[in-house]
């Protein structure tokens, strides 16, 4: 019997599990329109019960009339949600860290309004809080029921549905039962990733393996249940819902077959990178192998250009405001660097940039001057003694990357993108890591996707989980999620978690 007719006849023993299961994207997308959902309906409801107190009339006319604080709720919600890092599918499991942040929510909307009731009570400056306490207490104004019922309300049914979220959906029932193709490396780095962070979004059963030293063997607790020619048996005895394909090399013929008689029988069969990618927003360039596509955003032309616009025009209307507060700033901490330690202001060094064309980038001075006297490129550690006192401060802030503003308006740098490494570094780890050239097929960044998750490296290891969040914004990059890394980048400025 030829290797075809063996897996069509052995298919027939596989079928999908008949369980409800919830796969990474739909966590994420059921979780915002939970929320929007919610938010939309605590705003209605509000309305509702104001119209019952009141005696008011709820129609057209009556939304317009309160737009002024509705959509700044809505919106103020949906920031928040995102910032805070809610929809993190390891941040979403726990429900001690979910209702704090919601809270905290509750409270930023709160202020959010008070900001925005402030504004259009139109009180003078001196005479503001009278003004607004004049009106918390009339009856004909809207705070003392709709919108203290719209933010009570979001937040406790927010809190009510993460909680739910947690008990009902991130249980044994609704995780996908996972088999990994592979127990090399690539498979035990996803097993291992599973087990630490993400063991309410996947179960895994086992591996397959046709390494004869393997088989019968485990990992972590996770056999390895058998070779590939048994992948539809293993599967249907199992339940299993994906096959996670943790194998770097080409695909024997046979194994494709089997591969594709899974999937005709309704089960999801993943890449290991795709995977690792959905679940850690890194690519794993490390296990790609063959599948060097993984690895490579693959926009068409068109989109790319107008991408490349959008995001010139971006650059060019946030350069000029932090340009402003480059002004402003540059007087004070130009006279802490000067008493803090002798030497510049400014800092100058040539790094890569677009397509490997160097460029001069300017920082404020952290370190003393001649830091690095034999010419030798250093990675700065923690507690690195050539750091100044004034210069831990502005590393904290991301200050001492302000002056960079200048190269995001000549065009030499973007507000987002990777950052920009010097020349050394770069021949040094494109030995050592693979794809690492990659992260020049785009301008570098003030910010971006690594810095905000990772900060700074001072090694080849951190260098390389850095190249995994750059490869990651690489291949998703759009407007929405550059603005995103700007925000989270404000609350790692003002939480001084710069490093």
């Known amino acids: 019997m030829d290797p075809i007719t063996a897996t069509e006849s052995s298919a027939k023993t596989v079928s999908a599990s008949l369980r ?12 915002v329109t939970g929320d929007i959902l919610l938010i939309v309906a605590s705003l209605v409801g509000s309305l509702i019960f104001w119209e019952q107190i009141g005696g008011f009339s709820l129609g057209l006319r009556l939304l317009r009339a309160q737009a002024y604080w509705l959509i700044p709720l809505a919106v103020g919600w949906m920031i928040w949600l995102a910032l805070s890092d809610t929809y993190n599918l390891r941040l979403a499991v726990r429900s001690g860290a979910i209702v704090w942040r919601v809270f905290a929510g509750g409270l930023f909307v709160t202020f959010l309004y008070l900001l925005v009731f402030f504004i259009a009570s139109r009180a ?32 406790a049914l927010i809190i009510i549905w993460r909680l739910f979220y947690i008990w009902a959906l991130c249980g044994p029932q609704t995780r996908p039962r996972l088999l990994i193709l592979g127990a090399g490396q690539a498979g035990r780095t996803l097993y291992t990733t599973i087990a630490r962070h993400y063991t309410s979004h996947y179960h895994v059963v086992g591996f397959i393996d046709d390494d004869p030293h393997k088989q019968g063997a485990e990992f972590a607790g996770i056999p390895v249940l058998g070779a590939h020619q048994d992948l539809e048996r ?15 090399t080409r695909l024997p013929d046979d194994l494709l077959q089997r591969l594709m008689n899974c999937h005709e029988h309704g089960l999801t069969v993943t890449p290991m990178p795709l995977i690792y990618e959905r679940l850690t927003g890194k690519v794993a360039v490390e296990h790609i192998g063959t599948q060097w596509y993984v690895a490579l955003p693959l926009q068409p032309r068109t989109a790319a250009t107008a991408l490349a616009v959008i995001k010139r025009l971006m650059d060019l209307i946030g350069g000029l405001l932090l340009g402003l507060l480059l002004a402003l700033l540059t007087p004070l901490i130009a006279i802490a660097i000067k008493l803090d330690s002798p030497g510049p202001v400014l800092y100058r060094q040539q790094r890569l940039g677009l397509h490997g064309r160097s460029f001069l980038v300017y ?20 507690g690195d003694s050539r750091i100044t006192r004034v210069g831990a401060i502005l590393r904290r802030t991301r200050l001492d990357e302000l002056p960079q503003t200048i190269n995001v308006i000549r065009g030499d740098m973007s507000l987002v993108g990777p950052r920009p490494e010097r020349e050394q570094f770069v021949e040094q780890l494109q030995q050592h890591i693979p794809f690492y050239r990659t992260r020049l097929a785009a301008k570098p960044g003030l910010t971006g996707w690594a810095q905000i998750n990772y900060g700074y490296g001072s090694s080849i290891s951190d260098s390389l989980t850095k190249l995994q969040y750059d490869l990651y914004y690489l291949k998703h990059q759009s ?16 939480r001084m978690q710069g490093r």
């Not at 607004?132 to 019922?149: D, T």
């Not at 293993?234 to 770097?248: F, G, K, P």
């Not at 407007?479 to 003002?494: E, H, N, Q």
């Open 20 to 31: 409800p299961r919830i796969v990474i994207s739909e966590r994420r997308l059921l979780l």
């Open 124 to 155: 003078t400056v001196t005479q503001g809080l009278p003004s607004v306490l004049n009106s918390l207490s009339s009856g004909s104004e809207p705070l003392r029921f709709a919108p203290a019922v719209a933010i009570g309300g979001s937040t």
């Open 234 to 248: 293993i599967a249907a005895a199992n339940h299993t819902d994906e096959i996670a394909l943790a194998i770097s």
């Open 363 to 382: 920082k404020f001075r952290s370190m003393h001057t001649n830091a690095e006297r034999d010419g030798v490129a250093r990675w700065s550690t923690k």
């Open 479 to 494: 407007p929405w999620f550059d603005l995103l890394i700007l925000a989270r980048t404000i609350a790692v400025v003002l």
